[in-house]
């Protein structure tokens, strides 16, 4: 990778490379990186829209990447990012309902993404 990273997300894509996705090394990053395991290398692809740590990134059958929630330096997120990986941009995605941090998230058998748990400021939720 170009730079270290801490809280960060790496996310295996469905054309075999993997996505890190933001993170910590000292300042909150608005990167990501992918890795092409057949030639080992590393590159950098469009910069996101919100920096994060403690995020969450999955991968729906088309391809496409959702990154959710997560915290920035003026604290917890409701926003998401989605990363088409054919054209290696993202874009900001609609905000979720509420704020959460140290979640998960899960694709649905209807292709809707279930994002659940968390914090919530001081709150579990």
């Known amino acids: 990778m170009s ?3 801490a809280w960060h997300t ?9 996505l890190v996705t933001d993170g910590n090394n000292r300042d ?12 080992g290398t590393w ?3 469009g910069s996101m829209y919100s920096q994060r740590v403690d995020h969450t990134a999955s991968v729906f059958t088309n391809g496409k990447v959702l990154v959710t929630g ?5 604290g917890i997120l409701s ?3 989605l990363y ?18 140290s979640h998960t998230a899960s694709i649905l058998t209807n292709r809707k993404a279930l994002v659940t748990g968390g914090w919530l400021n001081i709150s579990m939720v």
């Open 3 to 5: 730079q270290p990273r």
């Open 10 to 18: 790496a996310t295996l894509l469905t054309n075999g490379n993997g």
């Open 28 to 39: 909150i990053l608005s990167s990501a990186e992918l890795y092409d395991p057949s030639t």
């Open 43 to 45: 590159a950098t692809t």
């Open 70 to 74: 997560g915290e920035d330096s003026d």
């Open 79 to 81: 926003s998401a990012d």
């Open 84 to 101: 088409d990986p054919s054209t290696e941009t993202w874009i900001s995605d609609d905000s979720m309902k509420s704020q959460r941090v």
